[in-house]
């Protein structure tokens, strides 16, 4: 099958130095109508898909119209909303030879737990083709059927903590960035990269950072000494909690568990983070820290 036009590499200096970005079609960065767009960032492995799937359960909670995109080739991000794992805007497309005009929304959009709609990218295989220009394709689908004219949020959830200019691509859609985080070093290092990555974006692109959601953290005071030379507030605190766990393994949200005392105040904190999101965050593009410097602020004395 036809592998469709290919992505095009510019260099282009006002979006970091020497660097060389996927340039986008120009009808798939253009504004998103309204939407609230937020893209989920953190270290690999660290809870982004479980927090991006909580938060839109808020939002739908609190009765917003809620898309979640799963930017991730191993199309994980919205199982717990769906109950399946979905199929993927790069099969779906390969089905009809890569002919966009011929899909509907019901070809690629499913619809998950309280109405959230669910979109999974997918991939490329590995080492064979750019994730970014999926992105952009699915992007440019959504626009064309009017999905995010009528969506009051859209959630990316995107691969780990790659920023290159495939998977940085949803920092050209966003109104605001939020990292997930742990308080240990790997988490806080990558954190700091992709600030690096959002200041970048954010000379070219509408894009700010709003703020981090510590995640499996019984405490923060890594994380404070980083926030101490890199001003970022904590949106949210959640626990290790083995509740979330669980609710990996049953495939579903937070909000669909047993209630028991942890999974309420869990909830809780969802919600608020949601009703923060929604009232407006301040728009930030922090200065990111050298690796030396990063470094020899973390750890103990």
């Known amino acids: ?35 609230l767009v937020i893209a989920v960032y953190g270290k690999g492995g660290i809870g982004k898909s479980t927090t991006s799937s909580n938060l839109s359960a808020a939002l739908a909670t609190l009765g917003y119209r809620v898309l979640q995109v ?25 089905e009809v030879d890569f002919h966009a005009e011929e899909l509907q929304p019901e070809d690629f959009v499913y619809e998950g737990y309280n109405g959230v709609m669910c979109v999974e ?14 992105v952009g394709q699915t992007v440019k689908l959504l626009k064309q059927h009017h999905l ?14 790659v920023v290159c200019g495939g998977f940085a691509a949803p920092l050209q859609h966003a109104d605001r960035a939020l990292i997930v985080t742990a308080n240990d070093f790997d988490s806080i290092f990558a954190m700091n990269r992709i600030v690096a990555a959002i200041k970048a974006k954010a000379k070219n692109y509408k894009v700010r950072l709003g703020g981090i959601v510590a995640n499996r953290s ?3 005071d890594q994380i404070d000494r980083f926030t101490e030379h890199v001003y970022i507030p904590t949106m949210a605190r959640i626990p290790n909690l083995d509740a979330v766990r669980r609710s990996r393994l049953k495939k579903c949200t937070l909000f669909e568990m047993e209630d028991s005392e942890e999974v309420l105040e869990v909830r ?18 922090p200065e990111p820290l050298g690796d030396t410097e990063i470094f020899n602020i973390l750890g103990f004395d």
């Open 1 to 35: 099958m036809s592998s469709g036009p290919l992505p095009i590499l510019e260099s282009l200096p006002g979006d970091g130095e020497g660097s060389f970005q996927v340039h986008m079609d120009k009808s798939s960065t253009m504004s998103t109508d309204g939407a």
């Open 70 to 94: 799963g930017c991730d080739p191993k199309h994980d991000s919205t199982f717990t909303l769906t109950k399946s794992m979905i199929p993927t805007v790069i099969e779906t497309l390969a």
């Open 121 to 134: 990218t997918g991939g490329p295989p590995a080492g064979t083709g750019c994730g970014g220009y999926v």
């Open 148 to 161: 995010l004219e009528d969506t009051d949020v859209v959630v990316f959830d995107v691969l780990g903590d």
């Open 218 to 220: 019984a405490s923060t």
């Open 268 to 285: 809780e904190t969802y919600l608020n983070l949601a009703r923060s999101l929604m009232a407006g965050t301040e728009g930030l593009m």
